[in-house]
């Protein structure tokens, strides 16, 4: 394991279907050495899973890409204004900072001095007080949706679920570093701070974690979020009311 002397940061975009390409191209010519994309589908709490009897998937992708602290915040703004994340509904982001990492040797030193700051949109919202945490959640194939209605019974705005996945019947899947084989299921939930731990032990139970081979659980701490204003004005909504 490589000591992440220079400073790494994960950046985490979640979009639509078919905007993954345009997101990484992005990320690239601001300097990002690429990224991993993966398929999933999105939940939110109030939409509805059936329409007209017919059951209604998000279908969402996420990208996952791995940057050096020099050129985090022209990567970030790039994807930002790509995907457009500072408008509602069309994709969240969150940046993780990396302890060790390993495998991108490559990528130590590289990069380029950042040429801008954050947009004013992305800036008023990390001068919010809310904080978030991101519940990283590995199960059996056709679990996972126990664990989005745990989460979501117990205060989640929603998720992304995704699916390891590989073009040869050797090839696994790695989120996080942690091996995912094709038949195994994993929850994103980004959710505010102080609901972390409630909602954890809500998907403890509700996808029967404490039992062997069920699966797991884990919370990584969030840094940054972008596309999620509509939970600021819900929060400043209730704050006017009290």
Request: charged fraction near 30%; proline fraction near 2%; hydrophobic fraction near 40%.
């Given at each position: 394991?490589?000591?992440?002397?220079?400073?790494?940061?994960?950046?985490?975009?979640?979009?639509?279907?078919?905007?993954?390409?345009?997101?990484?191209?992005?990320?690239?010519?601001?300097?990002?050495?690429?990224?991993t994309t993966f398929f999933g589908k999105g939940f939110r709490m109030d939409?509805?899973?059936?329409?007209?009897?017919?059951?209604?998937?998000?279908?969402?992708?996420?990208?996952?890409?791995?940057?050096?602290?020099?050129?985090?915040?022209?990567?970030?703004?790039?994807?930002?204004?790509?995907?457009?994340?500072?408008?509602?509904?069309?994709?969240?982001?969150?940046?993780?900072?990396?302890?060790?990492?390993?495998?991108?040797?490559?990528?130590?030193?590289?990069?380029?001095?950042?040429?801008?700051?954050?947009?004013?949109?992305?800036?008023?919202?990390?001068?919010?007080?809310?904080?978030?945490?991101?519940?990283?959640?590995?199960?059996?194939?056709?679990?996972?949706?126990?664990?989005?209605?745990?989460?979501?019974?117990?205060?989640?705005?929603?998720?992304?679920?995704?699916?390891?996945?590989?073009?040869?019947?050797?090839?696994?899947?790695?989120?996080?570093?942690?091996?995912?084989?094709?038949?195994?299921?994993?929850?994103?939930?980004?959710?505010?701070?102080?609901?972390?731990?409630?909602?954890?032990?809500?998907?403890?139970?509700?996808?029967?974690?404490?039992?062997?081979?069920?699966?797991?659980?884990?919370?990584?701490?969030?840094?940054?979020?972008?596309?999620?204003?509509?939970?600021?004005?819900?929060?400043?909504?209730?704050?006017?009311?009290?």
């Amino acid at each position: 394991m490589t000591k992440n002397k220079s400073g790494q940061k994960l950046i985490v975009t979640i979009v639509k279907k078919e905007k993954a390409k345009k997101v990484v191209h992005a990320s690239t010519l601001a300097g990002a050495q690429g990224g991993t994309t993966f398929f999933g589908k999105g939940f939110r709490m109030d939409e509805k899973k059936r329409f007209l009897g017919i059951p209604v998937e998000r279908e969402r992708e996420v990208i996952l890409t791995l940057v050096s602290n020099s050129i985090y915040e022209s990567v970030m703004e790039a994807i930002i204004d790509t995907a457009k994340l500072n408008r509602p509904r069309h994709g969240i982001g969150f940046v993780l900072d990396t302890k060790n990492i390993s495998g991108i040797n490559h990528m130590i030193g590289l990069g380029l001095e950042p040429e801008q700051n954050a947009s004013e949109d992305v800036m008023q919202v990390e001068k919010q007080n809310l904080s978030y945490d991101l519940i990283v959640t590995i199960v059996n194939k056709g679990d996972a949706e126990k664990v989005v209605d745990a989460s979501k019974e117990a205060g989640a705005e929603g998720g992304t679920i995704i699916t390891g996945r590989g073009t040869g019947i050797h090839e696994k899947a790695k989120l996080f570093n942690i091996l995912i084989e094709p038949e195994k299921e994993v929850v994103l939930t980004l959710i505010v701070k102080e609901k972390c731990d409630g909602v954890l032990r809500a998907i403890e139970r509700g996808a029967r974690l404490d039992e062997p081979g069920r699966g797991i659980a884990f919370v990584l701490d969030v840094e940054r979020t972008v596309g999620i204003n509509h939970l600021l004005n819900q929060q400043w909504s209730e704050e006017m009311k009290e």
